[in-house]
């Protein structure tokens, strides 16, 4: 079965810092770009960030510039989203994607479960 799986998340004061994790499973994704979004309880899913395959090119959105770094190491068909300077208002399920194209927002075709982040003040 194709999927992915989030992992790294929990409880951290604000201020602190989480490195999510992202793992292929059932076939390589190392072609594919990987992008995260989280949704924040009665709040619709946002973008924050994607990465080409080769990890060329990277955008983020601005409220996570500068705090959030996304990486990936294909050879463990693994992303990563490093987060710093957390807040609570990063409290969200975060979740990351892949799809075949490197896209800024929605156009991901594999999802993961998710893993909650929660920031306490």
């Known amino acids: 079965q194709v999927m992915l799986v989030e992992s790294g998340g929990g409880l951290v004061q604000a201020g602190g810092s989480l490195r999510l994790s992202c793992t292929g499973r059932?076939?390589?994704?190392?072609?594919?770009?990987m992008g995260w979004f989280r949704q924040a309880p009665g709040k619709e899913r946002e973008f924050l960030t994607a990465?080409?395959?080769?990890?060329?090119?990277?955008y983020y959105v601005d409220f996570v510039k500068g705090r959030f770094t996304i990486s990936r190491d294909n050879g463990k068909n693994t992303v990563y989203l490093q987060m710093n300077s957390l807040k609570p208002e990063d409290t969200a399920v975060y979740y990351c994607?892949?799809?075949?194209?490197?896209?800024?927002?929605?156009?991901?075709?594999?999802w993961g479960q998710g893993t909650l982040v929660i920031v306490s003040s």
């Open positions: 990465i080409s395959w080769s990890g060329g090119d990277i």
């Open positions: 059932g076939r390589t994704f190392s072609r594919d770009a």
């Open positions: 994607a892949a799809g075949p194209t490197y896209v800024v927002g929605d156009g991901y075709n594999y």
